[in-house]
Nanobody
Framework: QVQLVESGGGLVAAGASLRLSCVGS????????MAWFRQAPGKEREFVAA????????KYADFVKGRVAISRDNAKNTVDLQIDSLKSEDTAVYYC?????????????????WGQGTQVVVSS
């Protein structure tokens, strides 16, 4: 069973950039589709980005297109999320997730493994 641990969150000013990282243990992440979700206070968890096993295919939520890039390093068992031009509405807990399926899915229920999350707060 894979374990996921996120890092890189924090308090940043609007317009800044942030790079979140997720490291896996207990198994190779290269067998999983990897994704990032986020959950703002009082809201449901929502899809942000996903990458196929070798990052050949990527998918992004419409609200972050052009500002976000997902990348993965299977040799290091890591998945990163680069977020540029941060806005106050990006404030949320960001979660890394793994799916042993074969399609890039945006549904929270499709992902079997989750990290504990890393908090991002954007001050305006």
């Amino acid at each position: 069973q894979v374990q996921l641990v996120e890092s890189g969150g924090g308090l940043v000013a609007a317009g800044a950039s942030l790079r979140l990282s997720c490291v896996g243990s207990g198994g190779p992440l290269k067998t999983y589709i990897m994704a990032w979700f986020r959950q703002a206070p009082g809201k449901e968890r929502e899809f942000v980005a996903a990458a196929s096993q070798y990052a050949v295919t990527k998918k992004y939520a419409d609200f972050v297109k052009g500002r976000v890039a997902i990348s993965r390093d299977n040799a290091k068992n890591t998945v990163d999320l680069q977020i540029d031009s941060l806005k106050s509405e990006d404030t949320a807990v960001y979660y890394c997730a793994a799916d042993d399926g074969y399609a890039l899915r945006t549904d929270v229920r499709s992902y079997e493994y989750w990290g504990q999350g890393t908090q991002v707060v954007v001050s305006s």
